[in-house]
């Protein structure tokens, strides 16, 4: 563990998810710090394609009041 990157660094996608404009602009409303809509963060929280955001999702829905938490 240095503190430069090797010379040699590859990095090999496993996964590509595809998304429309749509879907891609409301996920990106869901993680806004100005987004007061708990039911738009609960349905990207049960998309699997976004599980990798799913912590940001959750720590965005506890900070809202109505969320209950």
Not at 8 to 31: N, S
Request: no cysteine.
């Amino acid at each position: 563990m240095g503190e430069k990157e090797p010379a040699t660094l590859q990095i090999f996608p496993v996964k590509i998810e595809t998304a429309d404009p749509g879907y891609q602009e409301v996920w990106k409303k869901a993680l806004g710090q100005d987004n007061r809509d708990v039911s738009l963060i609960d349905t990207y929280l049960k998309d699997p394609r976004v599980k990798r955001w799913h912590p940001a999702l959750e720590l965005g829905k506890r900070k809202l009041p109505q969320s209950g938490k």
